[in-house]
């Protein structure tokens, strides 16, 4: 079969939908539901529907833009990704899978293609966490794994709920019906850029998704005595800082000596209060970020992590709270998904190889009513989340063939 990718095509809507931004290029800011997130949507739901595509969506505003096949009786067969995007990154993270599922769509429709399951699209609402502090909603939503009680419970920076922000943005309706069942399609398959620098080093264009790393964040708050910096001695004192710094270094030995290349450990933030030089810090907020492929591997540096809590507590007289703002589960590639993939990469003499996705993304979530698997392409220098972040027009094609070419063959299987 041939199929063929509209490159310039694709670069140009890949621009286009860059400049729903609020920032200047390179950079894209596109926050969850903001003006220039619903410019987008809109824009892109016009691009569904010329392609002939049955467009609906979702209380939460996932987007769903459905191919329909021969066979309407049989659970479908899906993709997509995500295109929001955090303060100041690039235009490839997510709108690859997005854009991507589009293209492979449309070349399948043009090389007289019809499938026996419908293909749907997804646009997942979300996946970034950077308005309401948790990352996939949408996708989360879908499967299950959040509760509708997000809806009262989840805020933003300005004190609104998701409910409030969603009712504004258009998107009414009870959270509960948003969630699909088990099997509602058959497979699910995800193209992204890696989002790392394997692919790129090793020369190879196209890396199977076998695994997605299981992740786990937290806030950890340590509260001590604060002070003038000089009227204090050193014996009598509680920093919080002090303590903190030792905690975030026994985080870092945790992962570096789990056993495993795969677990990994981030402290990405800080806040001291008060945030005076000349004044000890009183109280400290870190958000942690830990995961790895293997979910019990994982735990266990969790609870020595918790175990040097409490004994830095004790030792410094600070109080340390945590909260867990989650703990997902790895997910496992379907071996039928991947071997798709392996045969579609053969037809086409591409290399590839299977890798692990260290990132986690909506096909985590998916996974949990559907099999799935993710295609990933290089991305230069394994930059992302950066204005700087590139994947080349010919990666993408690339790509954009593999999936279209997986895409066809698991909607003709019957079974």
Known sequence: MQIDVDQQRIAQEIDTLATFSDVEPPAVTRIVFSEQDLRARSWFKERCIAAGLAVREDAV?????????SRLDLPAVATGSHIDAIPHSGKFDGVVGVLGGLEAIRALQNSGFRPVRSIELIQFTSEEPTRFGVGCIGSRLLSGALSS??????????????????????????????????????????LHIEQGP???????????????????????????NGGHAGGTFMPGRRDALC??????????????SSGAVDTVATVGTCEVHPGAINSIPSR????????????????????????????????????????????????????RIVSAIEAACGEMKIASRQIVSRAYHDSSFMSRIAPVAMI???????VSHRPDEYASISDIAAGVQVLARSLAELSCDPA
Do not use: H
Not at 204 to 222: D, E, K, Q, W
Not at 290 to 311: H, P, T, Y
């Open 198 to 224: 394997n692919l790129e080093r090793e020369n190879i264009i196209i890396g199977i998704v076998t695994s997605i790393a299981a992740p786990a964040s937290f806030l950890v708050t340590l509260e001590g």
């Open 284 to 335: 400290v907020k870190l958000g942690v970020d830990l995961r790895d492929i293997d979910g019990d591997r994982r735990d266990r540096v969790l609870e020595e992590i918790k175990n040097a809590m409490q004994e830095i507590s004790q030792r410094r007289v600070v109080r340390i709270e945590t909260v867990m703002l989650n703990a997902d589960p790895p997910a496992l590639s379907s071996p």
């Open 61 to 69: 505003g996932n987007t769903f833009a459905r191919w329909e096949g």
């Open 243 to 256: 303590a903190a710094s030792e905690l975030i270094l026994a985080i870092e030995r945790f992962a570096r």
């Open 149 to 190: 009680s997000v809806d009262e419970t989840l805020r933003d920076d300005s004190g609104d709920t998701l409910k409030v922000v969603r009712d504004g943005a258009g998107f009414a309706g009870d959270l509960t019906t948003v969630r699909l069942p088990e099997n509602f399609y058959s497979a699910f398959v995800e």
């Open 376 to 382: 990933f392409i290089p991305c230069r220098d394994g």
